[in-house]
């Protein structure tokens, strides 16, 4: 079963329904669940993806990317013609050592995919984690601490490299947290580009000790606390861990009672539920 505690969130200038409204009619079973002028959620054949109009401060880039597990070779040209039209071409779509049929683009709004045909089982989409510049050479680390952190983990595989300069760095891994699947890279140093607010992973919690404990432990260690419930880890991956208590005080029916709990959240780096509690009732 695949997990619904975990799932990415994409940085949007104003234009995420735009995005939304072009995946939902690309894949299949795919439909907006949720439609704020601030935050849309879509569910992708079962998956989780928010979409955030947060303004032009972020963006989007490679070093988070959606690996999407296909089927048929006819899939992979589907989703490569739709997504790379005024987009990026990062590996262009042809035949590799590892993939009868594979490309990597980024779209038009900077979301970056890999389009895959092989065998695959549980996740059509996986966010997948390239580990470059300073951080290059350290994805077997990261997995170790995300796989120590969250219930239901574990390292799934690894596959080297065998040659060249990230020889005995990691050439594809898969790993799962709570029950969610990831893929991981090392990347090398020569891009341009490196992980950034403009793509995050959303944690949502059940109580305050679920909260407190996955904030200390990814803040731990050179990590750094942001607003609003979003941290980095010391690798600079960006996580927003969002108690679901958040998100039905601030949807409650009483809009004046909401919004006085969006003020308080404003205020706050970790989120803190009794705070929120009584904020509410205040």
Not at 233 to 248: A, H, K, M
Request: glycine letters at 6%; hydrophobic letters at 40%.
């Amino acid at each position: 079963m695949i997990s619904s505690n975990i799932f990415p969130c994409f940085w949007f200038n104003a234009n995420g329904k735009e995005a939304a409204e072009k995946y939902s009619n690309l894949f299949p079973n795919t439909k907006i669940t949720v439609d704020t002028p601030m935050v849309i959620m879509l569910d992708m054949n079962g998956q989780q993806m928010m979409l955030l109009n947060g303004g032009p401060t972020f963006q989007p880039n490679p070093s988070i990317s959606l690996m999407v597990m296909c089927d048929t070779p006819e899939e992979v040209e589907k989703y490569y013609k739709a997504l790379s039209q005024n987009g990026e071409i990062l590996m262009d779509l042809g035949a590799y050592p590892w993939s009868e049929k594979y490309a990597w683009i980024s779209d038009e709004y900077g979301v970056s995919w890999q389009f895959y045909l092989g065998e695959h089982k549980g996740q059509k989409f996986v966010p997948t984690l390239m580990y470059i510049q300073q951080n290059n050479g350290k994805c077997r680390e990261a997995m170790s601490l995300y796989t120590s952190v969250f219930p239901n983990s574990k390292i799934d595989g690894i596959m080297d490299h065998q040659e060249g300069d990230l020889k005995g760095m990691i050439a594809h891994a898969q790993f799962t947290i709570d029950d969610y699947s990831l893929y991981a890279m090392d990347g090398g140093t020569m891009h341009d580009f490196n992980f950034s607010e403009g793509v995050s992973i959303v944690v949502m919690t059940s109580n305050q000790e679920e909260t407190d404990r996955y904030w200390n432990a990814l803040t731990a260690n050179a990590g750094q606390e942001s607003m609003c419930g979003w941290l980095k880890d010391p690798y600079g991956v960006s996580w927003q861990i969002t108690p679901r208590r958040l998100i039905e005080l601030t949807n409650d029916a009483d809009s004046e009672k909401a919004k006085k709990v969006f003020d308080a959240m404003l205020k706050m780096k970790k989120i803190i539920i009794a705070d929120l509690e009584m904020a509410y009732s205040s």
